[in-house]
């Protein structure tokens, strides 16, 4: 079960494994929502890179994409078409890249 969580975000061996890379981001943009041009999934990566990538823990050797940000819009991308084509087109919001049931205030 999920009992077993930790926060390991501060130990220094596991920094680079508190979040995704580029070159895990971008595989997943053609694996799970299935961007099969290298365009869109460097089209993307420009949209999502502000917004939830430039995270730094002790030990990682790069910044790296917050987790839970990444597969939210990830999952979003392949359930909402037009949230897709905004990604795309650059034509895209922070807020649009936050559940509903977050509060942001």
């Known amino acids: 079960g999920y009992n077993v969580a ?13 979040g995704f890379t580029d070159d895990d981001v971008r595989q997943a943009l053609r694996d799970f929502v299935m961007l099969s041009k290298e365009e869109e999934r460097e089209q993307a990566l420009k949209v999502l890179r502000p917004n939830i990538n430039g995270y730094c823990f002790p ?9 839970t940000l990444a597969t939210f819009c990830l999952k979003k991308m392949t359930q909402d078409q037009n949230f897709l ?21």
């Open 85 to 105: 084509q905004r990604v795309l087109s650059g034509n895209t919001r922070l807020n649009e890249f936050l559940d509903t049931n977050v509060k942001t205030s």
């Open 6 to 18: 930790q926060n390991v975000s501060l130990n220094k061996r596991l920094g680079d494994l508190t």
């Open 59 to 67: 030990g990682s050797t790069t910044s790296l994409y917050n987790p």
